[in-house]
């Protein structure tokens, strides 16, 4: 009976902290777009800058290759099976890479490299007191520190996505033509033959989706740090944690919507 009890308290605190962290969220994005205007303010706009160039141009390097590895591991392997038949290999790039693989690969990739770093940063922000350093001098740090980089994340998540796709279908269609000594041209006319813009902007509505679940999880759980330094690697793995599983929700949720 005790062991009962103890386990119904356990999920009763799980369930109170996922509403808890639920609202505390959705409060973030309704300030977020309610307030977007602030980043016309030079020393916001001026994060926001640095947050797109730290989430997504020094990103790019790594993402190109990532993206040509896939590319190379799924092409060779539809070419294995369907052999060079330009038509199918379309279709299913298109199924695979447009459709979920793109965005979903992308924002893993932003997860492990800037999701954990904003929490860990806003987290060491919070143990120092900057926040309450903002404030005296009569600066919202919600608006200077979350909003900027909830945008540049966004932002990046969603010009990233696009950039992996290309990165992705490219690189394995060269491999191919160089190894197996298909036509690249070719391969890419079917390709973009089979792509609708249906298929391009539900790939690109989740990037946006990712991008916003991902920045605000990062921002929230950072700046919810409160005396202690031990909370930061906690509150990193929270966000981590946290942007997978609503990122893999909400992947299948716009999947089910617009593809079944």
């Known amino acids: 009976m005790t062991g009962i009890i103890d386990a119904r308290k356990m999920w009763g605190k799980h369930i109170a902290n996922a509403l808890s962290y639920a609202q505390g969220y959705y409060e973030l994005l309704c300030y977020t777009i309610r307030n977007i205007g602030v ?5 916001v706009r001026s994060v ?3 947050q797109v160039y730290f989430t997504g141009i020094e990103a790019l390097s790594k993402v190109s290759a990532i993206g040509i ?28 890479i ?24 806003l987290g060491s922000m919070m143990v120092n007191r900057e926040a309450d ?26 010009i990233l996505t696009f950039y992996f796709q290309v990165a992705t279908i490219a690189g394995g269609l060269a491999f191919t033509s160089l190894f197996k000594g298909f036509p690249f041209f070719q391969h890419l006319k079917g390709i973009s033959s ?11 509505l989740k990037s946006l989706i990712f ?34 599983f609503l990122v893999f929700i909400f992947d299948g949720i716009i999947t089910m919507v617009f593809f079944l």
């Open 211 to 244: 991008g916003c679940t991902i920045s605000i999880i990062s921002c929230y759980q950072g700046f919810n740090v409160e005396s202690s330094i031990t909370e930061i690697p906690q509150a990193s793995t929270r966000a981590v944690m946290q942007s997978l």
């Open 133 to 158: 350093s903002l404030k005296v001098m009569g600066i919202d740090p919600v608006d200077y520190l979350l909003l900027p980089r909830i945008a540049g994340i966004t932002v990046s998540v969603f």
């Open 39 to 43: 980043l016309r303010v030079a020393p």
């Open 69 to 96: 590895l896939i590319g190379v591991v799924i092409i060779t392997q539809v070419v294995n099976i369907v052999g060079p038949d330009a038509v199918l290999i379309g279709k299913i790039l298109a199924w695979t």
């Open 98 to 121: 447009v459709r979920e693989l793109g965005p979903l690969l992308a924002a893993v990739i932003i997860i492990a490299r800037s999701g954990t770093a904003i929490a860990s940063e």
């Open 194 to 204: 089979i792509l609708s813009s249906f298929e391009i902007a539900v790939s690109l």
């Open 48 to 50: 926001f800058y640095k």
